[in-house]
């Protein structure tokens, strides 16, 4: 049997539009995911929509429209976005559906009664954020992070025992049972948990949730708190439910269990989650993968700054391969990355017309006028580093391997030119040069697959065996 991978990215909230982050973010997941599939995983890729959050709930109440319809409406775009991408996920899961409230309720009914407790509870909150901050974190009441005023809240509400895990938790990170990448982001959380974990709230009163989101069960007053619903998605949509076979083969006996997220999002995934999971008496995930932010040129993707920009219309420019090259060769997986266009443009050109795509065309021009059949394919082991390089999320360094071997294939032909051995009727020697051309390129096809799916199979195509080469269209016609 196959060994299986789950792998997920996090849940966006739908309030709004996507923007070019979260293309950023189903991209990476996507790559890996692919990866994984490539290297003989049986893979489930999970994506989806966070629709129980607050933010959702005034975003349609200054629509005037029912959070329903909000949510329905905005988780449009986002599940439309993805085939935009070419994003190969096998599920997409609403937290605002049944199967998603019964994962959920099935997590909270199985979480050890012990670390639940109801307590009275002051505190200050960021509906931005879905998070409270302490008097300290928010000296003049308002949110650190989006310099709005904190709304104080006063309620009873339960509260999940964190701080009973804190050994547990560095014991599972410390030995890489859960494996956090990059190793700043393992370091900053390690820290965290030896700085002492506080308990913290998972519902609240129906009434400030504004009748939304999935009832506590047992307390039909409380609704879940938005994270600790959203985190329980993960399970939810492997069918939480005693003997479901999804849950068993890619959860409790799961080889992966691979989380990819934003570094916002980071103690969410590798302190509650994790501890969560574990009173619960199920297992932790294996690997939480921590990308870096978006600018574009150079500033914060923000709504008030008018800069942010839709990825469709980036694949509508450029297409969905181009769009991908970017966002996984031209920005650091791990650190915070800028989106310029003028860049994006320039590795399009550089990378795909000038060196990959004036590759192929030479080869196959060269191999049409020689009527040149392909042999067929042999294994084609990837370049020295792609592996370790996949193994650590560094996707622009693995897809760099690739292109550092188009470039030397491109070098060959200079020094060999071919075009001269076809003037001189050296038929042999040509016949053998492409072959060698062919089999190097089809490394490049089979491996480049996870970042460029569409020119994986071009490739392929142009070089079938048994097949006499015809001349196509260009794989990337040059920008101008
Ligand atoms: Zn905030």
Redesign the pocket.
Known sequence: MSPTAFISTAIPYVNARPHIGHAFEFVQTDAMARYLRLTGRDVFFLTGSDENSLKNVRAAQDEGISTQALCDRNTEYFEGLLPLLDVSNDAFIRTSRDLHKRGAQELWRRTDPQDIYKKHYTGLY?V??EDFYSEKEAADGK?P??LTPLERIEEENYFFRLSRYQDKLLDLIESNQLRIVPATKRNEILAFIRGGLLDFSISRSRRRAGDWGVEVPGDPDQVMYVWYDALANYIAALDLREGSPTLEKFWLRGDERIHCIGKGINRFHTVYWPAMLLSAGLPAPTTVFVHGYLTINGQKISKSLGNVIDPRSQVELYGSEAVRYFLLRGISATEDGDYSEARFRELYNADLANNLGNLARRVETIGAKAAHSPKPEADAPAPAGYHEAMADFRFSDAAGTLWALATDLNQRIEAVKPWELQKQNKAAELAAFLDEMIASLRVIAHWVEPFLPKTAKRLRDMFQPGTPITRGDPLFPRLV
């Open positions: 960021c931005g954020c949110c992070d989006h």
